[in-house]
């Protein structure tokens, strides 16, 4: 592959009915491709390939301070296009919901938002310009995944210890925990059981720590397929970490598994050390969309 053209993202985008034309920028540089991750790409293009998607799956490293610059830059160019659209993140767990709704209708604070929600440490910079933008775009907001006092037993007990969980609060779980033997199992029994690993996780056991996962793809993807059935003129932007959706596997693969005529569109967002070296078969098939980005977070 020739060297790479590292693209400086502009964005124009045109409000429907409107004269006017609002510019997008990111004031760093990226490269996109698509999933072979040789055909490169504008951002007006990705945007445009985006376009009547059910689902837009955006996997983050959650560390990657420009990778969420990028995810409200996407959220903003879809929006503009696009204004049925709502937002659901990993970060905020099915049992918040309330809290997230009364902050975006004004209901409560901030503050009380905050207190009752466990915010990640990164909230501010991070996601908080997400949750912003929608509350000043009257945009809903899911909390989609599981609460993670629950994936904890999972992973202390296995699947079997969501036997322990009183029936009233199994709302906030999905109905089914689908643990599959299959390529995201090994990738993941491989990450979990490295050599780098913190001591307490070498004496996790890998089959119960992957059901927990599991149980985090199977409530997130029942979450967005819930949601799209009562609202199917939505589209869904997500916000998640990249292994739960790189190779089309984990969360995404839950939510085709569960409705397969969806039109879902993956993006990874991969932080590189160096945009003019990216060995980029290495990356190949991680999403349907591909940016690097120079990040802190590069591996």
């Not at 990249?242 to 397969?260: A, D, M, Q, T, W």
Request: hydrophobic share 40%; charged share 25%; aromatic share 8%.
């Amino acid at each position: 592959m020739k060297r790479a053209l590292i693209i400086s993202v502009i964005a124009i985008v045109i409000f429907a009915g409107c004269t006017k034309k609002q510019t997008v920028t990111l004031d760093f540089p990226v490269i996109i491709t698509d999933s072979s991750a040789e055909k490169q790409m504008t951002f007006d293009e990705l945007i445009e390939n985006l376009k009547g998607s059910n689902l837009i799956s955006v996997g983050e490293i959650h560390t990657d301070s420009l990778t969420h610059v990028i995810e409200k830059k996407i959220l903003k160019s879809v929006y503009s296009g696009n204004r049925n659209i709502t937002v659901a993140l990993e970060m905020f767990e099915r049992d918040v919901q309330k809290y997230l709704d009364d902050y975006l209708s004004g209901k409560i604070d901030e503050e009380t938002f905050l207190k009752n929600s466990r915010p990640w440490n990164n909230y501010k910079t991070a996601y908080r310009p997400l949750i912003e933008f929608a509350k000043n775009n009257n945009l809903a907001v899911l909390a989609m995944n599981v609460p993670r006092r629950y994936a904890a037993i999972v992973a202390r007990k296995g699947g079997e210890g969501l036997s322990t969980i009183p029936d009233s609060e199994k709302v906030w779980i999905a109905k089914n925990l689908k643990a599959l033997d299959d390529e995201y199992r090994k990738r993941f029994v491989e990450l979990m059981t490295g050599g780098d690993k913190p001591m307490p996780m070498k004496h996790m056991n890998p089959q119960k720590m992957y059901e927990a996962q599991c149980l985090k793809d199977d409530t997130m993807a029942e979450s967005i397929v819930s949601y799209l059935t009562e609202h199917p003129e939505k589209t869904v932007f997500t916000c998640e970490g990249s292994f739960h959706s790189n190779y089309r596997l984990g969360f995404i693969k839950k939510v085709l598994l569960l409705e397969p005529e969806l039109k879902v569109s993956v993006i990874s967002v991969v932080p590189v050390k160096d945009l003019q070296n990216i060995k980029f078969e290495e990356h190949k098939g991680l999403g349907d969309f591909i940016i690097f980005v120079k990040g802190e977070s590069a591996r």
